[in-house]
């Protein structure tokens, strides 16, 4: 009994400073936000109690619904590309150890240099005028693929969503060769001698034990996505119109550009929600997957 | 029997280097293409932007580092990360431990994971008027709370995993042998969970040291400036001097490098010395 | 061991930092003390009680083209009121500039005097009494008056009930063409729209781009369109009366958007108008040779190499079909930057005359004439020496000399929403996304609402 209320002592004050920190700096400011979405304001005159308004403006705008859905591409395509490279890539790696160190080194590189350098150099890249992307396809006599990468409209969703989906692959390839690091040898020795091969050995024993970290990359994934702002703004500036904007561009133009923060603090409202529920379903499947 | 499957097992390998080194080259190629731009000109960026560079401006150095204050607001930036970066690992470790291993709560958990989503620019407004109140407008100190918040999410995410690995007889076995709880976080679980830390370490460090609009709003006296807000300032109003703007970067990437390759080794060491193992 | 070294040297940076963040302290526009930091300066200051705190914020940091032209004489300022004020200098580039001006006007922390744009862009701070309106300045002061400065320049930061800036800049397109490449290809410069198309397609078939012409969130893209517009009857009364009538889907502009199509179906355009967009990418492509023709603005001259100002020559802008205004008789011209200032701080006794003082200098022939070499064209009616300037701006205003002067979309949409409107949907309309018709509805309707 004391060890226990002993124990909560010890646990209040040890979670006490990160809490305060948390709350105050980030949970508050979040709450005020969220205040604000239920207001017109912009951002100089008083604001205007409105309720739903801001919401009901968003359900209507046209524009909210294509962010919506190029939000979703991002989704969809870094998960897709960022966890399935970076495991295949972080287990051929645990699989050698001659050269991780120098490999996992440069698979990081992409991820240390900021969004705005990345995205400056790709929309050179880029420019059909000067860029390399045409002139390399031209090379390997690819003519046919040549592209107005930013203007067409065809492609240009997938132009602006390839950086950001190529930068961050080193950074879960960084975790999961920390996550199969701490997986117990012995199981898995103990599964070859059993006569499994590679793949039932990486499917059916490491994956599992894995499965925090899978679940965690994943969740950052959805969530990286879902924030996602720089890549976008530097290179069209989410243009033309909304074509290449995710749902953080749109929060920001609509805030800062057009001067509307009772409506860009509804979008921010709706990208969080949109984590939140990624992240329940997410934990959901991982759940069912476990009990299995 | 036993060549084909050695020549088989070899023409395996020889694919997974072909593939480990070809992603290995998309992933320097524009690390390399930055350095060398950082030595051109503009016209030699736009007229070449592949190739070496015809002439070496070494200069854009010079001016990236003198002309942007890129000087000073390197050592800005490296102050107020890594003053960040120990407060964060600190009270971090500190949090996750109670909440996984002294006293577990689904809810506080829940409640410490809600921060991964919050997108940053929504943010900017409530906190400048709240370190307003504070009376800290700018002022680096408010800069290193900011960081620190915002990367508590992320970094207890990560360290919640690797704390709740630790399998329990350790800590019951410490606490046979009479330690403290105070002592079982220091002497035994903070070295347990070190690729934990050395994770959250690098994942926070580039979220601090690349932020712009957090710096922007922050701060406004320019020699109180960030490396990145620095570097945003040097493209100018309406042209972009490649070359120098590139100069800025390559100077900005190398610190960050620098610790991750000092953190590599921790990683290693912690592994190799049997850290997590049943 | 080395975890304990880091730890012990973490735990000092800590407690240093905590040190130095406390004595930088803040600065929230001080009244009377002085608080000593570390600005630009970098002055040790004598705490005497009468000694203000002001703070200027502006986008003419490093990197931008007045940068060099206006920090030597803001130095020069500071120090010599170094006993009586302390200037905080805030720079940052225009993008960021404008966000943090916007988080600080949400935030009630406003800067005491900032260069910003007028029109639309003030319209909120003026409803919200944040600027001081300039007549309060200009009977404080013996340094500068009203008529110094051009008749309409005040216009741009004049709303219903009086004027709340000071116009600093004014400026004139420039539509250049590269001489060099005409000689070689044996053309004359275009006056119609049949001879562009003609001129056009033998740059085409060379391998040049004709018109250097992009559109990244409506720059450059919304200047040319206000040129072509012009040319069509009736487009500067529209113009001018936007601000009541509220109609931008003119005939008019849909010949204008129209004849852009057509520009674009005809390759007058670079073919990636996103990747171009944006005033520095399109003049590189014309510096560099590879298109023949451009359309940009002063503050971009001091970006133009030597050659390119040798090669290139100040033409009128083709006329389109059915226009009716000759081009060769008209330019856009207008103010399109200045300062303003927070009223609260004006109206604080405190800082009243240092605020007036440092207006003076904004407002100064010597500032003004600095700036000029940056290739700006001053509100301000000053009297300067051709012969500093650079030969591009020189070659300006000789083709501006006797010209009419027509207004742009840019300062004369009265709405920040519908501007924003206007932007995006030309960059739509560059890459053929949208109808003309299209493009009319849409910014049409933000002026509806």
């Known amino acids: 009994m004391i060890k226990q209320r002993k124990d909560n002592i010890f646990a209040f004050f040890f979670i006490l400073p990160v809490f305060a920190v948390y709350t105050c700096f980030l949970i508050l400011p979040m709450i005020s936000s969220a205040f604000y979405s239920l207001n017109e304001w912009n951002g100089v005159a008083d604001k205007i109690f409105i309720g739903m308004g801001n919401y009901k403006t968003l359900i209507a705008s046209s524009d909210y619904w294509i962010t919506f859905w190029n939000t979703l591409k991002l989704v969809i395509v870094t998960l897709a590309v960022q966890i399935s490279l970076g495991l295949l890539i972080a287990y051929l790696l645990y699989n050698k150890m001659k050269g991780l160190k120098i490999f996992r080194t440069i698979y990081f590189l992409p ?24 002139r390399l396809l031209e090379a390997v006599g690819l003519d046919s693929w040549n592209k107005n990468w930013l203007s067409d409209q065809g492609v240009l969703l997938g132009a602006v969503i390839a950086p950001q989906a190529w930068q961050y692959i080193g950074m879960y390839i960084t975790i999961f060769i920390a996550a199969l690091q701490s997986v117990p040898e012995e199981l898995v020795e103990s599964a070859q001698i059993d006569g499994a091969n590679n793949r039932q050995r990486f499917f059916h024993i490491i994956v599992p034990q894995m499965g925090y970290f899978i679940e965690i990359s994943m969740i950052l994934c959805v969530t990286g996505a879902l924030k996602s702002f720089d890549h976008s703004w530097i290179m069209t500036n989410g243009g033309p119109g909304v074509r290449s904007a995710y749902l953080g561009v749109y929060m920001y133009k609509t805030a800062f550009v057009n001067s509307d923060f009772g409506l860009g603090s509804a979008i921010s409202v709706t990208i969080v929600s949109l984590a939140l529920i990624f992240t329940l379903v997410l934990k959901a499947i991982t759940g069912r997957i476990n009990k299995e | 029997m036993s060549n084909m499957y050695l020549v088989k097992q070899k023409t395996a390998k020889c694919i997974k280097y072909i593939f480990l080194i070809g992603f290995a080259l998309t992933s320097l190629y524009p690390f390399i293409w930055v350095l060398i731009t950082s030595l051109k000109d503009n016209n030699d960026i736009y007229g070449n932007g592949f190739g070496l560079p015809k002439v070496y401006k070494w200069n854009n150095y010079i001016e990236a580092w003198k002309n942007a204050q890129v000087g000073i607001s390197f050592f800005n930036s490296l102050t107020i990360c890594l003053l960040a970066l120990a407060a964060l690992i600190l009270i971090t470790c500190m949090g996750s431990y109670a ?31 709240l370190f307003g109140k504070l009376h800290l407008t700018d002022n680096h100190l408010s800069l290193v709370i900011a960081y620190i918040a915002i990367n508590i999410s992320i970094s207890l995410f990560i360290l919640n995993g690797f704390f709740a690995a630790i399998p329990t007889e350790i800590d019951e076995a410490a606490i046979i042998d009479g330690c403290g709880r105070c002592g079982i976080f220091f002497k035994i679980m903070l070295p347990l969970v070190k690729p934990g830390i050395a994770t959250v370490a690098t994942l926070a460090f580039l979220n601090c040291w690349n932020d712009l609009v957090v710096g922007l709003v922050l701060i406004s006296t320019p020699v109180k400036r960030t490396l990145s807000m620095s570097i945003s300032v040097m493209k100018g109003a309406y042209v972009t001097q490649y070359g120098i703007l590139c100069a800025g970067f390559v100077i900005s990437i190398v610190p960050v490098v620098i610790m991750y390759l000092l953190f590599q080794k921790q990683i290693i060491s912690g592994m190799t010395a049997g850290a997590v193992k049943g | 061991m080395r975890k304990k070294i880091i730890g012990i040297v973490c735990t000092a940076a800590l407690i240093m930092g905590l040190f130095s963040g406390c004595a930088s302290g803040s600065n929230n526009g001080g009244t009377k003390e002085a608080i000593s930091s570390t600005d630009m300066a970098g002055e040790d200051t004598a705490a005497s009680s009468e000694k203000v705190t002001i703070r200027f914020a502006t986008n003419w940091g490093p990197g931008d083209a007045k940068y060099d032209y206006f920090y030597p004489l803001f130095e020069k300022y500071a120090e010599e009121n170094k006993d009586k004020v302390e200037i905080k200098l805030e720079t940052l580039s225009t993008e960021d500039y404008k966000t943090k001006i916007r988080t600080e006007t949400a935030s009630g922390n406003l800067p005491d005097v900032f260069t910003w744009w007028g029109g639309s862009m003030i319209i909120d701070m003026v409803d919200a009494g944040l600027l001081l309106n300039v007549d309060d300045y200009f009977t404080m002061t013996d340094k500068t008056s009203k008529e110094n400065f051009d008749s309409s320049a005040f216009g741009y930061y004049t709303l219903t009930d009086g004027t709340y800036g000071f116009p600093l800049e004014s400026t004139r397109p420039v539509f250049i063409a590269n001489k060099a490449l005409f000689d070689e290809y044996g053309l004359s410069y275009p006056k119609t729209y049949e001879e562009l198309k003609e001129v056009s397609k033998v740059f085409n078939e060379n391998g040049i781009i004709p018109i250097a012409m992009a559109s990244k969130n409506g720059t450059p893209s919304e200047f040319f369109f206000s040129e072509l517009h012009s040319q069509f009857k009736g487009a500067e009364e529209e113009l001018v009366n936007m601000g009541t009538t509220r109609n931008f889907a003119t005939d008019n502009a849909l010949k204008t958007a129209e004849a852009i199509t057509d520009m674009i179906n005809q390759g007058m355009f670079p073919e990636d108008t996103v990747a171009n967009g944006d005033w520095g990418p399109c003049l590189q492509l014309y510096c560099d040779g590879k298109a023949a023709m451009t359309y940009t603005y002063p503050w971009m001259f001091e970006s133009m190499t030597d050659d390119a100002q040798e090669f290139s020559e100040c033409i009128p802008v083709p006329k389109l079909d059915g226009a009716t205004n000759d081009p060769s008789t008209f330019v856009s011209g207008f103010t399109v930057y200045g300062a303003v200032v927070n009223k609260a701080s004006f109206e604080d006794p405190a800082k009243q005359q240092a605020l007036v003082d440092f207006i003076d200098f904004l407002t100064s022939d010597d500032l003004t004439l600095a700036l000029t070499q940056s290739g700006m064209i001053p509100a301000k009616q000053v009297e300067y020496d051709m012969d500093d300037m650079k030969p591009i701006f020189k070659k300006m205003i000789e083709f501006c000399e006797g010209k009419e002067l027509t207004s742009v979309h840019y300062t004369t949409m009265p709405d920040l929403e519908a501007l924003n409107m206007l932007d995006a949907s030309l960059d739509e309309l560059f890459i053929q996304a949208i109808t003309p018709e299209e493009f009319l509805d849409k910014v049409q309707a933000e002026l509806d609402k």
Do not use: D
């Open chain 1, 111 to 134: 991820v240390v240099i900021a969004p705005v350098a990345i995205g400056l150099m790709f929309s050179l890249f880029y420019n059909s005028e000067i860029g390399i992307f045409n």
């Open chain 2, 99 to 129: 909440m996984m291993r002294v006293r577990k709560s689904k809810i506080i958990t829940a409640y410490f994971s809600l921060g991964i989503m919050i997108p940053i620019h929504i943010l900017l407004i409530p906190i400048v008027i």
